[in-house]
């Protein structure tokens, strides 16, 4: 019998390394540990605690991993108002990437009465509107209209200055809110978010820049 | 840093027709990105390339132009822009293998940077990521770095960001370069509102 264990154990331990995902060599090697466990304690004159013992740790350290690598892998559910946000404006980030974000944020309804943001007063929040519709002003002269998806604030969130228009609901709204110092901090830790975010927040700068300049232009006539 | 001292360095292009020519001949007026890498063959210019290569076209559509400047002969520079395909790329390439632009950027020149102990690491993890180190190619104890430039206005530049390597593979994270653009981006939209 222990000459059986030793060579399962063995074969296991064979198998991790032909295997190239690292979830499977983590649970090759549990079950390499499994049999020398048993191999140490009873096919022994005297139980050798010392390889016991470290085998224990090793199956510790695997056994984490593998909960981690579960974690990391198993599908991602989005709520309804989730998967309206990621239709809207964040469909360029994976379930898991929006799921990040959205915990970092909070749900918002703004009434039509007040400014979501003011010309010249620091912003506290980037803002992505989901529903309603809002009005970016300059000294009272409408420049353009938003309307679900757009992003509120991302200029002041990237140049860190004050906004230089008034964004004005048109109608009550609902928003997603995130806290810009919580939500840039959190993006430090995660490069390839950040990366990701980065292109979202690119790609809604250029069209409002864009549809700015064509309203400015058929303005001037 | 001696931003005259970078422009008037002569680099060499990547095209063996083209004649050499002055760094500030060939930017454009817009923002500029300016990447020092060490020596050609190295395996910190290969991560930091590789690094800024999915960011290039983004960079481009930003309105900055991405220059690459090494300190190897121009053969090199012609291996190099073939191993990364470069040419495909919105991204001039040229080399100065006088480095004057690398010392008027305000560059380190270290062989502790290169051979310390951070050095042998940052070879490790390289390889560790696939990018092995070839021989070399310029100066290996020249360090890299990199310099994001305003746009000109009335014939001078500012200077967004300036990152000075320290060891082999050290280097600015693309995505943080890639958020200076978009904030210059920014800033260059909110003045156009203003």
Not at chain 1, 6 to 24: K, P, Q, T
Request: glycine share 10%; with cysteine; net charge neutral.
């Amino acid at each position: 019998m222990s000459a059986y264990l030793i060579h399962a154990a063995n074969l296991l331990i064979l198998s991790s390394f032909l295997v190239r995902d690292i979830l499977w060599l983590r649970v090759l090697s549990i079950g390499a540990g499994l049999c020398f466990l048993p191999y140490f304690y009873f096919a022994q004159a005297a139980p050798l605690w010392a390889p016991i013992g470290w085998n224990l740790v090793f199956m510790t350290v695997n056994g984490v991993q593998i909960w981690r690598l579960y974690l990391e892998r198993r599908p991602v559910q989005l709520s309804p108002d989730e998967a309206e946000l990621r239709q809207l404006a964040l469909h360029s980030l994976t379930p898991r990437e929006v799921l990040q974000l959205v915990g970092l944020g909070s749900w918002k309804q703004a009434e039509s009465e007040r400014p979501l943001c003011s010309s010249g007063e620091p912003l506290a929040e980037l803002l992505v509107l989901v529903a309603g519709q809002v009005r970016i002003e300059r000294e009272g002269r409408a420049l353009a209209e938003l309307g679900p998806g757009r992003l509120i604030g991302e200029m002041s969130y990237l140049t860190g200055e004050a906004p230089t228009v008034d964004v004005r609901p048109l109608e009550p709204c609902r928003l997603f809110a995130w806290e810009i110092p919580r939500l840039k901090g959190y993006l430090e830790t995660q490069p390839a978010l950040r990366g990701a975010f980065q292109r979202v927040l690119g790609a809604d700068l250029s069209r409002k820049l864009r549809g700015v300049t064509e309203s400015q232009r058929l303005e001037l006539g | 840093m001696n931003l005259d001292g970078v422009y008037t360095a002569i680099v060499h292009r990547a095209d063996p027709e083209a004649p050499p020519a002055s760094l500030g001949s060939l930017l454009h007026p817009g923002p500029v990105l300016l990447v020092f890498v060490r020596h050609f063959g190295c395996t910190g210019c290969s991560q930091n390339v590789t690094d800024l290569q999915p960011w290039l076209r983004e960079l481009s559509e930003r309105g900055v132009q991405t220059v690459i400047v090494g300190t190897g002969k121009p053969t090199h520079l012609r291996g190099f822009v073939e191993r990364f395909r470069l040419q495909d790329y919105a991204v001039e390439a040229v080399t100065d293998p006088t480095r004057r632009a690398h010392t008027a950027a305000g560059l380190r020149r270290s062989w502790w940077g290169t051979l310390g102990p951070r050095g042998l690491w940052d070879l490790l993890a390289g390889f560790g990521r696939g990018h092995l180190n070839g021989l070399p190619q310029g100066d290996t104890a020249q360090q890299g770095g990199t310099l994001l430039l305003g746009p000109e206005v009335d014939g001078a530049r500012e200077v967004v960001l300036q990152h000075v390597n320290q060891s082999l593979a050290d280097h600015a994270p693309a995505v943080e370069l890639a958020e200076a653009a978009l904030a210059l981006q920014a800033r260059g939209g909110a003045a156009e509102l203003a």
